[in-house]
């Protein structure tokens, strides 16, 4: 499975990756805006114990974002279960060398759209924390609403902050006939 779009390819995550990968997410401005289970330091063996777990899914589920042929990061999704299994969560980050050159915008939108066409997805979300403008500009600028603030929800580096939830709807299902 590979998408492209221009410059841009999202392909599966190979073992040649590790050590770009390592480097790229190896970044406090980086570690500040994800979930603690990408650590900081980020090492070598954190980066090949993360590809070894994505092997073999199917679906495939993470990605790696080329860019110019180059690997620089990673975006993904977690498929909700049982009465959530037609939504998905979304997560992503790329190396902060290739940070607003539009990358992740493009990432963004062609991983929407496989949720959407070949997962058969309804409902695309991701929960940003409050300080995070970049990844909201980044939502706002692929259709996503903000729908909600969940106060307090998130503890990150020993302070607590909102999440803000972005979301975006199949179009298929926005259809009234269709609930
Ligand atoms: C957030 C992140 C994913 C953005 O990726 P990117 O490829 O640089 O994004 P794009 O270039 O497509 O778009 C970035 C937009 O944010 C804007 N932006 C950048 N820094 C900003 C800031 N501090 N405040 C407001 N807007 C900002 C850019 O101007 C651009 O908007 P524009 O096209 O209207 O000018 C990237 O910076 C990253 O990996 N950050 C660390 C990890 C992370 O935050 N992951 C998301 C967790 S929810």
New binding site residues.
Partial sequence: MKMKSDNIVLRRLTDDDAPHMATMANNE??FR??RDALPHPYTLEDAITFINSCKNHDPITTFAIEYCGEYV?NIGLVPGSDVYRKSAEI????G?P??????????LNLITEYCFHDLGMIRVF????EY????M??LE?CGFEKECVFKKAVIKQEKIWDEVRFSKINPEFLVEENH
């Fill in positions: 401005k980086i805006n994800v990061g997560g992503y980050f790329i902060e290739y940070w607003n050159k539009g990358i992740v915008t493009t990432a991701t929960g940003v924390f995070n403008t970049a990844s500009r980044v600028k």
